[in-house]
């Protein structure tokens, strides 16, 4: 029987990928509905192509994702949509009982308390998207978490690995934007850059797989074959390996809890050349630090740690801050109290407004001096 798949971030880099898997292989999935942030051709034309319902979100709002998802009959929803207007979409798939392929970060950074109860409430089920996170939620399911004492999340390093810390002050947009070894789209790619992408990835590893912080490893891994190791209790690593396709995760995802055979390129072991592995410079690249200790502290500062640096990215891109500033801006938000417990979505909005005013307000002075 075919699987029928909402595709929710349609145009995105996870939204076409999606697309593409189902277009070949026909016979397993079908595109029962699409949503865009804006692009009303794509949209249109995904539509035609897949005879299916479809929404854009700036010309229907929230109500018309809303609506797709009541109608559309889906299976499972890929929420590939990115930054923190991805969470309230994740809530209305669970809230239908509808089982939730995740690669929005921030629907576990600010309210993953909330979203699991709800999966757990509707009876469905939220099956992580992100290469390191499918690496980890696979190795776990194979050996048991109880088995398992520590969790080691590869990065690439993004294209400032080798920068000197006098080299970070001049790089401009156009240099963060140029990633070694995956296309994705700007904001994510610029996360990678500054570490705070990996930063997010720990918070969701922590929450996910319900790993205290110190039992969460980052390891830089340029060349991003091996996307995620679990180290087990006799003090074996075990890892997840395959070509840097994010369709593989998806892929994964769409079908668990099976394996299935598809038509992605398999991993080459023998022609992969070497593979090389460095500690992550933490002094150089502070978000991540900033990240374990909003992880420990938990609460609502992940909530400010993502609004804080959704804020610094836009202005970075905007050529409004320098590079260093990002992480500045996010440590001078993370300041407050974020003490506050967000027990429900209404709470994590207002954690999430709060912190973006902060931010500003910082990014302001940083401008004006």
Not at 34 to 53: H, I, M, R
Not at 130 to 140: K, R, V
Not at 305 to 326: G, R, Y
Request: glycine residues 6%.
């Amino acid at each position: 029987m075919k699987k029928r798949i909402l595709v929710l971030g349609c145009t995105g880099s996870i939204g076409k990928q999606t697309i593409d898997i189902c277009r070949n292989m026909p016979e397993d999935f079908e595109v029962c509905g699409v949503a865009a942030g804006k692009n009303e051709d794509a949209v249109d034309a995904l539509c035609k192509e897949f005879c299916c319902q479809g929404t854009v979100f700036s010309r229907d709002g929230i109500k018309g994702i809303e609506e797709l998802i009541k109608n559309c009959n889906a299976d499972i929803a890929v929420n590939g949509i990115a930054g923190a207007v991805g969470l309230e979409p994740s809530v209305l798939v669970l809230e239908n009982g509808i089982d939730l392929a995740l690669a929005n970060k921030e629907t576990v950074v600010m309210a993953w308390h909330v979203v699991k109860d709800l999966a757990a409430k509707h009876n469905c089920h939220i099956v992580p998207v992100d290469s390191e996170h499918s690496a980890i939620f696979n190795l776990t399911q194979k050996i048991g978490t109880e088995n398992i004492s520590e969790i080691v999340i590869t990065a690439s390093g993004g294209p400032f690995r080798k920068l000197s810390d006098e080299e970070l002050k001049t790089v401009t947009v156009e240099d963060a934007l140029k990633h070694p070894t995956w296309s994705m789209g700007p904001k994510i790619t610029i996360d990678s850059a500054s570490l705070a992408n990996k930063g997010l990835e720990v918070i969701e590893a922590v929450r996910l797989f319900d790993f205290s912080p110190d039992k969460v490893k980052v390891v830089v891994h340029p060349q991003s074959l091996i996307h995620s190791l679990v180290r087990t209790k006799d003090g074996v690593l075990y890892a997840q390996i395959s070509n840097p396709d994010m369709r593989h995760p998806i892929y994964g995802a769409l079908v668990w809890p099976e394996y299935k055979e598809n038509y992605l390129e398999p991993f080459d072991l023998a022609s992969c050349g070497e593979m090389t592995f460095f500690p992550p410079r933490m002094d150089s690249f502070p978000l991540l630090a900033l990240a374990y200790e909003c992880a420990r502290k938990s609460n609502s500062y992940t909530i400010a740690f993502n609004a804080a640096n959704e804020i610094a990215v836009a202005a970075f891109i905007e050529k409004k801050c320098s590079f260093l500033q990002i992480s500045e801006i996010v440590a001078k938000t993370l300041e407050k109290d974020w003490s506050a417990t967000p027990d429900s979505i209404e709470k994590v909005y207002e954690a999430d407004r709060c912190a973006r005013e902060a931010a500003r307000e910082i990014l302001a002075s940083l401008i004006a001096s």
